[in-house]
């Protein structure tokens, strides 16, 4: 008989996967339902949501998408997650970077928004760190 070698993946490598994962998948889902009831809520949801800023409520909630597909690839140990998030992160950067100028530039905005976008941008930074690490690739 042969002897083969089984390898099982380390402890908080595996654990880390599954947090950074599902993290990822209930934020997208929370995203999901917060931005899809501004959006399809009625005038009532969107009174309520107060100064909305466009562009950044259709780039969350389409993110949002991605932000699932993200945590289900890291759950699934997929390198290609580690792809995803970087974009998310550099993609959600930009969108913050044009809600500055857009508030800069004297525009209506609600402090929720400030306050969420910095946590989306930490988030997907993080995300961005982590990920390789737990997913035993090499960042290039």
Request: positive net charge; hydrophobic residues 60%; glycine residues 12%.
């Amino acid at each position: 008989m042969t002897g083969a070698t089984v390898s099982h993946p380390q402890p908080r490598v595996t654990l880390g996967r599954w947090a950074l994962g599902a993290t990822a998948v209930l934020f997208g889902i929370a995203t999901l339902v917060e931005g899809g009831h501004v959006l399809f809520g009625g005038a009532a949801a969107r009174d309520e949501a107060g100064n909305v800023v466009s562009f950044v409520l259709l780039f969350n909630f389409g993110a949002g998408f991605a932000y699932v597909a993200a945590g289900l690839a890291a759950l699934l140990g997929r390198s290609w997650a580690i792809w995803i998030v970087r974009a998310l992160a550099v993609a959600t950067l930009g969108v913050f970077v044009a809600f500055g100028a857009h508030v800069i530039a004297g525009g209506a905005f609600e402090l929720r928004t400030v306050i969420a976008m910095t946590l989306r941008s930490g988030f997907w930074i993080s995300q961005a760190l982590l990920l390789p690490r737990v997913l035993d690739r090499r960042m290039p």
